[in-house]
C-alpha cells in the first residue's frame, strides 16, 4: 500500500487512527526521554571526595621519605597501612559512581537517537498530509488535513525541546565525568595499593641504595 492511498485512508477514516499512529511514531521515545530527564540534578558525594583527599594525605604523610628510611634501616612499617585498604574500598566506591554516570550518558545518547528517529516519521507523514491536500476536493477532509498537521506540529516542537534538553544533559554530564575522572587519578591503581606490592617496591629501592 503506497504513502498516498495510506494518507487518503487516514483522512477518511476515524480520528482515532490517525491519533493511534500519532501515538505509535513518538509515545514511547517521548516518555522515555522525559523519563530520563526528571532525574535530579547531580550532587556530587563531597563526603565521598573529601574522604579520599584526606585519606590520600595521610598516606603521602606517613609514607614518605622518612618512612621509607625507616623501613630500609630498621625495618620499621613492614605492617599493612590501613590507609590503603580505606583507598581501596573509597575508590570502588568512586568507580562505581563513575560508572553509574558513564550508563546514564549513554541512555542519554539512545534517547537522543530515538528521538531523532520519531522526528523523521512525523515530518514524513506531515510532508505526506502536506502533498495530499492539494488533491483534496472535499472541505471536510481539507480541515481534517490542517488539523492533523497541526498536530504533528505540536509534537515535533515538542521533540525538538526535548532534543535541546538533552543535549543541555549531555554536556553537563562531560563535565562531571571529568570531575570523576581527576579524582580517579589521584588514586593509585589497585594493584599498587596492594601491601605486598608496596612492601616490595620499598624492599627493592632499598636493595638498591644499599
Given at each position: 500500500m503506497s504513502m498516498r492511498i495510506n494518507i487518503e485512508n487516514i483522512l477518511k477514516s476515524h480520528k482515532s487512527v490517525f491519533e493511534d499512529i500519532l501515538r505509535k511514531l513518538q509515545a514511547q521515545s517521548v516518555f522515555n526521554a522525559q523519563r530520563a530527564l526528571e532525574r535530579q540534578d547531580h550532587q556530587f558525594d563531597h563526603i565521598l571526595f573529601d574522604a579520599i583527599n584526606v585519606t590520600l594525605q595521610k598516606l603521602h604523610q606517613e609514607e614518605n621519605f622518612i618512612s621509607r628510611l625507616l623501613y630500609r634501616s630498621f625495618g620499621i612499617g613492614?605492617?599493612?597501612?590501613?590507609?590503603?585498604?580505606?583507598?581501596?574500598?573509597?575508590?570502588?566506591?568512586?568507580?562505581?559512581?563513575w560508572m553509574h554516570e558513564q550508563h546514564y550518558q549513554q541512555h542519554i545518547q539512545q534517547h537522543q537517537h530515538s528521538l531523532e528517529g520519531s522526528l523523521k516519521n512525523l515530518r514524513r507523514l506531515r510532508k505526506a498530509l502536506k502533498d495530499k491536500i492539494t488533491f483534496i476536493t472535499s472541505s471536510l477532509l481539507q480541515d481534517r488535513c490542517h488539523h492533523y498537521m497541526q498536530q504533528i506540529d505540536v509534537k515535533i516542537t515538542e521533540i525538538i525541546a526535548l532534543q535541546k534538553a538533552l543535549e543541555k544533559r549531555e554536556i553537563e554530564l562531560k563535565e562531571i565525568l571529568k570531575i570523576y575522572e581527576k579524582q580517579l587519578k589521584k588514586i593509585p591503581r589497585y594493584h599498587e595499593l596492594q601491601e605486598e606490592t608496596y612492601l616490595g617496591m620499598l624492599g627493592s629501592k632499598a636493595a638498591s641504595a644499599a
Open positions: 613492614k605492617k599493612r597501612n590501613k590507609r590503603r585498604e580505606q583507598l581501596i574500598i573509597l575508590g570502588s566506591e568512586l568507580k562505581s559512581q
